[in-house]
Structures are given as structure tokens and as C-alpha cells.
């Protein structure tokens, strides 16, 4: 049996006694429930293994586990395993740490058999403290038949603009695109993230004809495949480094090679490093999508499907236990 195991990071006193459970019920109250991107892995695996018909079973006591078990844990921070004691060898991912660096005994201390991440640039950074065999590549597959293009082609603006980077970008990049998009007489809207409901997003992506990514780095990058998914083509910055605030205290601020596109190819859109950039890629993009040379959609299904990643996951299982499920 397969036993996948999830579990937020443990709640914390802020101001005063207690508010780690009021704070959370008043975010609900006001903004609604929000799944955060590490459960949204969680779920989606669930989701395939549903779809392909594998059995699981979720957040079992760890001292249920027999041995024939095999262990998948996605939980967010390394204490998810405190209680682990069992010799079951591990699939672990993708957040147990923010950095290897923060936790160079994990082989040591648990029998973790592979550590998984969403994409080549993110696993090459822990390749160099856990090594080539234990790391591995693993995507979250995205649910094409719920992000799927509207019947109705009639789109109400150009583009939307999806804002993940922060506000010291604002001069240099966010508000060039903006400007430039109003001088030559485009519309447009902006989600940020962080503050929106997932309905919302859906009827945007589903009135928009093209979509504007701002984001510095993505492991993954859930939000963007989405809209591949509703066939909405992508004009991504990708400028091409990982640009974490903590990766001088990691890295002594060596640069790392990372996307904010990493799963994309030439049917998806168009990247630009930079405002510059960007003047110059738009109108081929905007020609390029006019005649019909993306099909954003077709990819995400052929490479990113909850039937693909879950084939995938099951290649991961039976390298790790080297027997079939």
C-alpha cells in the first residue's frame, strides 16, 4: 500500500496567547479558505492517483506502517518526521527544507531514499549535498478537465497581468508594461498574488486572450500552467537566476540558474529577461498568437497532466522499492 503523508508547518503564537488560531479563522472569515502551493502538491497527487485508480491511503499513523509499505511524505518543514521510526524507506519533497543547507544529516537521520523536487534547476541545488541518486524530479500534475478554455471564444481584455514579484520591480518593470500596453492601446487587468480567490482567477483566465507573468523564480509554478491549461499563451519574465533574499546566508550569494517558466517550450508563449526585452518580444508575440502558433493547452496535457505526473510518481516508487504497485 502507498501512504502519502501531508502536514502543514505547526501554527504559532504571534502577538498574544491563542491568535495562532484566531489570526487563521479571521483570514478565512475575510478572504475565504486559500490552499497554499505545498497542499496544492498534496492534493494533486491524491487527485491522480485517483484518476489513474491507485489505491492510498493519507496521514496513517506512522507505527500503522507494515512493511511492504511505501512511504510518499510532502509535508511542509522537517518535524513532519519527528515521529518517524520506522524502516521503511522514504519518498520525500518538496519543502521539507527551504534549502539542504538547513538540514545536511536528513540522509543520516532518516532512510530517505529519494528527495524529490518540482524541476531541474531546483533539484541541481541539492544534487550537491544529498547526490545525483537520492534527488529526483517530480511534477504535480495540473487538472486540465477543471482549467479548461471556455465554450464561449468572446474574450473581454488582452491580457491579464499576473503579478508575483515584489514592489521594488515596480519602476523598473511593472509599470513600464503597464505604460506600454496603454500606448498602444491594449487592455488589460492584474491579479496579485496572494490576494485572490481561485474563482476569481478562473473567470479571469476565461475573458483574458493572453497572459503577462511576472514572477522571479518557480520550482513549478502552478499558476501559470493553469492557464496553459485553459489554452492561454504566456509572455513570461524569465531572467534567468534564483533571486531568493536568503541566498546570501546559503550560497554566499553565488548566482543559481533558475525559471519562472520551467516546464515551456515555443507553443507555450514567449519570455523576456527584462523591460527591454519585453518592447521587442510583444508585438512577436502578439503576431505569433494571432496566427495560431500556440497551443499551450495541447502541451500541458501531453507533459503536465494529473495522469502524467502520477505514471511518474509511480516510476519513483518502483525504483525506490524495485517492485510493482
Given at each position: 500500500?502507498?501512504?502519502?503523508?501531508?502536514?502543514?508547518?505547526?501554527?504559532?503564537?504571534?502577538?498574544?496567547?491563542?491568535?495562532?488560531?484566531?489570526?487563521?479563522?479571521?483570514?478565512?472569515?475575510?478572504?475565504?479558505?486559500?490552499?497554499?502551493?505545498?497542499?496544492?502538491?498534496?492534493?494533486n497527487?491524491c487527485?491522480?492517483?485517483?484518476?489513474?485508480?491507485?489505491?492510498?491511503?493519507?496521514?496513517?499513523?506512522?507505527?500503522?506502517?507494515?512493511?511492504?509499505?511505501?512511504?510518499?511524505?510532502?509535508?511542509?518543514?522537517?518535524?513532519?518526521?519527528?515521529?518517524?521510526?520506522?524502516?521503511?524507506?522514504?519518498?520525500a519533497?518538496?519543502?521539507?527544507?527551504?534549502h539542504?543547507?538547513?538540514?545536511?544529516?536528513?540522509?543520516?537521520?532518516?532512510?530517505?531514499?529519494?528527495?524529490?523536487?518540482?524541476?531541474?534547476?531546483?533539484?541541481?541545488?541539492?544534487?550537491?549535498?544529498?547526490?545525483?541518486?537520492?534527488?529526483?524530479?517530480?511534477?504535480?500534475?495540473?487538472?486540465?478537465?477543471?482549467?479548461?478554455?471556455?465554450?464561449?471564444?468572446?474574450?473581454?481584455f488582452?491580457?491579464?497581468?499576473?503579478?508575483?514579484?515584489?514592489?521594488?520591480?515596480?519602476?523598473?518593470?511593472?509599470?513600464?508594461?503597464?505604460?506600454q500596453?496603454?500606448?498602444?492601446?491594449?487592455?488589460?487587468?492584474?491579479?496579485?498574488?496572494?490576494?485572490?480567490?481561485?474563482?476569481?482567477?478562473?473567470?479571469?483566465?476565461?475573458?483574458?486572450k493572453?497572459?503577462?507573468?511576472?514572477?522571479?523564480?518557480?520550482?513549478?509554478?502552478?499558476?501559470?500552467?493553469?492557464?496553459?491549461?485553459?489554452?492561454?499563451?504566456?509572455?513570461?519574465?524569465?531572467?534567468?537566476?534564483?533571486?531568493?533574499?536568503?541566498?546570501?546566508?546559503?550560497?554566499?550569494?553565488?548566482?543559481?540558474?533558475?525559471?519562472?517558466?520551467?516546464?515551456?517550450?515555443?507553443?507555450?508563449?514567449e519570455?523576456?529577461?527584462?523591460?527591454?526585452?519585453?518592447?521587442?518580444?510583444?508585438?512577436?508575440?502578439?503576431?505569433?498568437?494571432?496566427?495560431?502558433?500556440?497551443?499551450?493547452?495541447?502541451?500541458?496535457?501531453?507533459?503536465?497532466?494529473?495522469?502524467?505526473?502520477?505514471?511518474?510518481?509511480?516510476?519513483?516508487?518502483?525504483?525506490?522499492y524495485?517492485?510493482?504497485?
Amino acid at each position: 500500500m502507498i501512504h502519502i503523508y501531508f502536514k502543514p508547518l505547526p501554527l504559532k503564537d504571534r502577538y498574544f496567547f491563542g491568535d495562532r488560531y484566531l489570526i487563521p479563522f479571521l483570514k478565512k472569515l475575510m478572504k475565504g479558505k486559500r490552499v497554499s502551493g505545498i497542499e496544492k502538491v498534496f492534493i494533486n497527487l491524491c487527485k491522480s492517483f485517483d484518476q489513474m485508480g491507485i489505491a492510498y491511503k493519507k496521514n496513517q499513523k506512522f507505527r500503522s506502517l507494515k512493511a511492504e509499505d511505501k512511504v510518499i511524505v510532502l509535508g511542509i518543514g522537517k518535524d513532519i518526521l519527528n515521529a518517524y521510526q520506522q524502516p521503511n524507506q522514504i519518498i520525500a519533497g518538496i519543502a521539507l527544507v527551504s534549502h539542504p543547507s538547513e538540514w545536511t544529516t536528513m540522509l543520516e537521520d532518516y532512510p530517505i531514499a529519494k528527495y524529490l523536487q518540482h524541476s531541474a534547476w531546483a533539484e541541481a541545488i541539492y544534487i550537491s549535498y544529498y547526490g545525483q541518486k537520492v534527488c529526483d524530479v517530480w511534477f504535480a500534475g495540473i487538472e486540465t478537465e477543471k482549467w479548461k478554455p471556455p465554450v464561449n471564444e468572446n474574450k473581454a481584455f488582452d491580457f491579464l497581468i499576473y503579478n508575483k514579484i515584489k514592489s521594488k520591480y515596480d519602476a523598473d518593470l511593472l509599470m513600464p508594461i503597464k505604460n506600454q500596453l496603454e500606448a498602444q492601446g491594449y487592455t488589460f487587468k492584474e491579479i496579485i498574488y496572494g490576494h485572490y480567490k481561485e474563482k476569481e482567477y478562473f473567470n479571469l483566465l476565461s475573458d483574458c486572450k493572453a497572459m503577462i507573468y511576472l514572477s522571479e523564480h518557480e520550482s513549478q509554478g502552478f499558476a501559470y500552467q493553469e492557464a496553459m491549461s485553459m489554452n492561454v499563451p504566456i509572455l513570461a519574465w524569465n531572467q534567468g537566476y534564483w533571486l531568493d533574499p536568503n541566498l546570501g546566508k546559503w550560497n554566499n550569494n553565488m548566482p543559481i540558474p533558475a525559471s519562472s517558466v520551467p516546464y515551456f517550450n515555443a507553443y507555450c508563449g514567449e519570455t523576456f529577461v527584462d523591460f527591454a526585452a519585453f518592447k521587442d518580444k510583444l508585438p512577436l508575440f502578439l503576431s505569433r498568437m494571432v496566427g495560431g502558433k500556440y497551443q499551450p493547452r495541447q502541451y500541458v496535457i501531453e507533459n503536465l497532466s494529473l495522469a502524467k505526473s502520477a505514471k511518474r510518481m509511480l516510476q519513483i516508487i518502483d525504483e525506490v522499492y524495485e517492485t510493482e504497485v
